[in-house]
């Protein structure tokens, strides 16, 4: 098993292998190579079928979120619920949102387009990914509670 860490510029910062897991078994890899400010995407491959999932925490554990892998890329995703400086319950919600170009040898153009709760048109953002690239973006509107489209 290999996980490649690459970099918001597509370009490739580091390796890491794991050998003779067993069947079923649990792996947790932790990137030493990109610093603690290292921010960009990772893709995992076996000779095996795998799942997996990502948890990122701050040094100090007040911040922390986990997320499901995903197997493939697709030209249309959708995030059903994403807010930017959001008031509820005593704290401010914010979400990152992630987006990585799969492709090995082609740039990709995408536009992130957001909705407010009653559907209506909240905001575009766009942007160029270089192959393996990617980028994290925040909704520009302040206050939003709402969803994206990708």
């Not at 932790?30 to 995407?41: D, K, Q």
């Not at 999932?53 to 059903?80: C, I, K, N, W």
């Not at 807010?83 to 005593?90: C, E, K, N, P, S």
Request: glycine share 12%; with cysteine; hydrophobic share 40%.
């Amino acid at each position: 098993m290999t996980i490649s860490f690459y970099r918001q510029d597509g370009g490739l910062q580091c390796t890491a292998s794991a050998s003779n897991v067993a069947p079923r078994a649990t792996y947790v890899f932790f990137p030493t190579c990109g610093g603690n400010n290292f921010l960009g995407s990772a893709v995992v491959t076996a000779n095996q079928p795998l799942v997996g999932m990502g948890s990122e925490a701050r040094s100090d554990l007040r911040f922390a979120m986990a997320y499901s892998s995903f197997q493939g890329g697709t030209r249309t995703a959708y995030g059903p619920l994403v807010f930017r400086a959001y008031a509820f319950g005593g704290y401010t919600w914010d979400s990152g949102i992630a987006v990585q170009n799969l492709s090995t040898s082609a740039s990709a153009n995408i536009t992130l387009t957001y909705y407010n709760s009653s559907g209506s048109l909240a905001g575009t953002q766009s942007a160029t990914l270089n192959p393996r690239g990617m980028q994290a973006f925040f909704a520009p509107v302040l206050g939003l509670k709402g969803s994206v489209k990708i």
